[in-house]
């Protein structure tokens, strides 16, 4: 290399060594991407590769265990949260986390996530809300934004039809069970490290037994909503961020 | 005074060219190739190093993790 900066010990910034090697299967720009990213980069610096059992959801994040270098089981859609309770109590030492996306956490596992949740499992639950069902081509989701145009309400969300956006995390923390709720995202550098610190105390609640802990990260699908990457990243902050505002819904 | 330079290496194999690193860079130090890698995406590279700071916006916002960031005092 020309460059006399490239020398090993100026390095400052790589991706973790829990983030395997596969180039993952995401559209480019894929807020699943930066937040797998960061899962690792929380799991590696708690030092804890051995000791965390994930939860893979249906979606387009079906194939995490891919990508993030941990224990995982795959769950069936929207089960997530059931097969992690059963994980985490038989294995109470353990970090056990769920990665879940809008339709499968929102949708069909609607139940699965709001008991887990009263009942104050002591896992940890990434929620990535992108408003749609990605990986099954776009449909609407129970989280589409009114007006928001997906495959199956091509001319925007309406509510006599369609009835209105589901602000989920918001149920969530009403739950007893929950000690720790958030809303954040990862389009800048600066809300990714925020997001960071979230999963970090997240994973630090499960482990400490502290109750559930839901992390939310308002994301974008750039292919199902038909935009760049970069688009869709200023459409999010345009649209999205006022229906689901960033920032701690609960802390206990 | 002491100066802090920067300067990054992208791994052009797993680059996706989504250019949200380029439009995230806060001193306009990337740009998207013109070749495409072999899956057909164009790729991160610098285009002015000499910007370059080693501030890791870049590394921080990247879905693909292809970026290493390097940061030197001089
Ligand atoms: C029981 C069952 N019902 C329906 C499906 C079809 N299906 C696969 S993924 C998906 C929705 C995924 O959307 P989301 O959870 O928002 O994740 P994303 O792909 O957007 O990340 C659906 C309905 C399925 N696989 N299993
Ligand atoms: S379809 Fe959407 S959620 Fe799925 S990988 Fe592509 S951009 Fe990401
Ligand atoms: S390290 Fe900072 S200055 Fe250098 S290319 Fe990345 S974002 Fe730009
Ligand atoms: S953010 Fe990552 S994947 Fe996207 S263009 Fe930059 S280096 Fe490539």
Not at chain 2, 17 to 44: A, H, W
Not at chain 2, 46 to 58: E, K, R, V
Request: aromatic letters at 8%; a neutral charge; charged letters at 20%.
């Amino acid at each position: 290399m020309s460059n006399p900066i490239i020398q090993p010990e100026n390095l400052v910034y790589d991706k973790s060594a829990v983030l395997t090697d596969n180039v993952m299967h995401y559209c480019p720009g894929c807020s699943h991407g930066t937040v797998h990213r960061i899962v690792a980069e929380v799991i590696e610096e708690m030092g804890l590769q051995d000791q965390t059992i994930g939860v893979a959801p249906v979606g387009c994040a079906v194939f995490i265990y891919n990508y993030i270098n941990v224990d995982f089981a795959e769950s069936a859609h929207g089960r997530a949260p059931a097969i992690a309770t059963a994980i985490k109590r038989l294995n109470p030492d353990k970090l056990v986390f769920t990665y879940q996306g809008d339709g499968d956490l929102a949708a069909i596992g609607t139940a699965e996530t709001i008991h887990a949740c009263n009942r104050g499992e002591n896992i940890a639950i990434i929620f990535i809300n992108n408003g749609i069902y990605g990986m099954t081509g776009g449909q609407m989701a129970p989280t589409t934004l009114l007006g928001m145009k997906s495959s199956t309400c091509p001319t925007g969300r309406e509510p006599h039809l369609n009835g209105y956006p589901l602000k989920i995390t918001d149920m969530l923390a009403l739950t007893e069970g929950t000690c720790y709720v958030t809303r954040q995202s990862v389009h800048t550098p600066s809300s990714v490290k925020k997001t960071k610190r979230a999963i970090r105390k997240a994973f630090d609640n499960s482990l400490q037994g502290k109750g559930t802990s839901v992390v939310e990260v308002v994301s974008t699908c750039n292919s199902g909503w038909k935009m760049t990457p970069v688009e869709a990243n200023r459409w999010m902050e345009e649209n999205m961020f006022p229906f689901y505002p960033l920032g701690d819904l609960k802390d206990r | 005074m002491a100066k802090i330079k920067g300067a990054i290496v992208v791994d052009t194999a797993r680059c996706k060219g989504c250019d949200i690193c380029v439009t995230s860079c806060p001193f306009d130090v990337l740009r998207m190739s013109r070749e495409v890698n072999e899956k057909g995406y164009t790729y991160s590279y610098m285009l002015n190093p000499d910007n370059c700071t080693g501030c890791a916006s870049c590394g921080l916002v990247c879905p693909d993790g292809c970026i290493k960031v390097y940061k030197l005092k001089v």
